[in-house]
T-cell receptor, first 115, second 114 residues
Framework: QQQVKQSPQSLIVQKGGISIINCAYE??????FPWYQQFPGKGPALLIA?????SEKKEGRFTISFNKSAKQFSLHIMDSQPGDSATYFC??????????????FGSGTQLTVLP | DGGITQSPKYLFRKEGQNVTLSCEQN?????MYWYRQDPGQGLRLIYY???????QKGDIAEGYSVSREKKESFPLTVTSAQKNPTAFYLC?????????????FGSGTRLTVV
């Protein structure tokens, strides 16, 4: 019930296109949903995050869409660039009985943006 | 600048050897975490610590050990009991502040068995 399911596993997009990565969760105790970007050989870096009281958050070319009733959230990368080629992880954080708050990560999506 | 420093960047281990990976943070974060990442795979939690002198096993703790004697430091020892230690190891920290539940990650240590 604390799992976060991420899809697709890999994604290839043409330069200028829209990249969309989806995540789904089951447990409604999750209340914080960040996305991380990881370049090869580097640690993940926080890209953007959303809380369930809003349905959308935009930062530059990156937008999180959040559907509370469907328990789904997605990352949209507009005008995708070759420099966006990286692995993207969704995550969710919540406070569960008997345990400390921590992030549950999705399995990751390897994005390749073709020039 | 505040951040997390992992060292070394690359580490080679001989069969039967214990090695220790360093993780230091100057963010004044209470919580620290160790993750393992295999090629093309996600992040698997090894150990985490919410406070000094306390730590908990994650999903894949067997063959690993940690200590948390100082708030700033959370070293990971890969013991000889870990049969397949070749992987990319990531350390992270978080403040647990309600304004930001996210993690800050280090740049990782790549461990290879030779």
């Amino acid at each position: 019930q604390q799992q976060v399911k991420q899809s697709p596993q890999s994604l290839i997009v043409q330069k200028g296109g829209i990249s969309i990565i989806n995540c789904a969760y089951e447990n409604t105790a999750f209340d914080y949903f960040p996305w991380y970007q990881q370049f090869p050989g580097k640690g993940p870096a926080l890209l953007i995050a959303i809380r369930p009281d809003v349905s959308e958050k935009k930062e530059g070319r990156f937008t999180i869409s959040f559907n509370k009733s469907a328990k789904q959230f997605s990352l949209h990368i507009m005008d995708s660039q070759p420099g966006d080629s990286a692995t993207y992880f969704c995550a969710a954080s919540g406070r569960f009985s008997g345990s400390a708050r921590q992030l549950t990560f999705g399995s990751g999506t390897q994005l390749t943006v073709l020039p | 600048d505040g951040g997390i420093t992992q060292s070394p960047k690359y580490l080679f281990r001989k069969e039967g050897q214990n090695v220790t990976l360093s993780c230091e943070q100057n963010l004044n974060h209470d919580a620290m975490y160790w993750y393992r990442q295999d090629p093309g795979q996600g992040l698997r939690l090894i150990y985490y610590s919410q406070i000094v002198n306390d730590f908990q096993k994650g999903d894949i703790a067997e063959g690993y050990s940690v200590s948390r004697e100082k708030k700033e430091s959370f070293p990971l020892t890969v013991t000889s009991a870990q049969k397949n230690p070749t992987a990319f190891y990531l350390c992270a920290s978080s403040s647990g502040d309600s304004r930001d539940y996210g993690y800050t990650f280090g740049s990782g240590t790549r461990l290879t068995v030779v």
